[in-house]
């Protein structure tokens, strides 16, 4: 049963503190993303990844890091540099980078204590 | 600057009629269109695609229509049934933009019994 999967669906943060969301597909897809989605607003893309050990800044980067170690795996670390960071996050794949179909996870929400 | 407009923020029809979703774009370079069905508090599922070599794809209930020259695609849903009832995301893609895909602010559906 391939798919993409987030987790937590749930995230608590603190002032000062770094968290990891994680992203784990079993599509054998290259290609991999983060969005950021706020209320009432359309996706935004944080970070993508062609390959691993291959990433990409996107629109909305300041603040966020990733890592590509597996192809599997793009987890997503939300810097205290983030002020901001209240929002839902997106995960998604696609087969290559270029004119294809992303597919998502189902989220992870970020709020902040 | 939005690239991938949604003016309608949301859309209310009857069980059994059609729905028409909206989306317009700036961009001439974008040549790869998608529509996403998204549920609240999950992730986006793709609907249905077109090339900016098509002007119309059909699957099953749901059509997308492209007009180059306006700029400016849309989504049928024929008959829409209320488990249609969803927020609806356009996005837009350039072979030359290394697959980014740019939203629209998203449509929510109502669809009533």
């Known amino acids: 049963d391939g798919g993409i999967t987030q987790s937590p669906k749930y995230l608590f943060r603190k002032e000062g503190q770094n968290v990891t969301l994680s992203c784990e597909q079993n599509l054998n897809h290259d290609a991999m993303y983060w969005y950021r989605q706020d209320p009432g607003q359309g996706l935004r893309l944080i970070y993508y990844s062609q390959i691993v050990n291959d990433f990409q800044k996107g629109d909305i980067a300041e603040g966020y890091s990733v890592s590509r170690e597996k192809k599997e795996s793009f987890p997503l670390t939300v810097t205290s540099a983030q002020k901001n960071p209240t929002a839902f996050y997106l995960c998604a794949s696609s087969t290559h980078l270029g004119k294809e179909t992303q597919y998502f996870g189902p989220g992870t929400r970020l709020l902040v204590l | 600057d939005q690239q991938v407009k949604q003016n309608s923020p949301s859309l209310s029809v009857q069980e059994g009629r059609i729905s028409i979703l909206n989306c317009d774009y700036t961009?001439?370079?974008?040549?790869?269109f998608l529509w996403y069905k998204k549920y609240p508090a999950e992730g986006p599922t793709f609907l249905i695609s077109i090339s900016s070599i098509k002007d119309k794809n059909e699957d099953g209930r749901f059509t997308v229509f492209l007009n180059k020259s306006a700029k400016h695609l849309s989504l049928h849903i024929v008959p829409s049934q209320p488990g249609d009832s969803a927020v609806y995301f356009c996005a837009a893609s350039s072979s030359g933009n290394t697959g980014k895909l740019i939203f629209g602010q998203g449509t929510t559906l109502q669809v009533k019994p």
């Open positions: 961009n001439s370079m974008f040549d790869y």
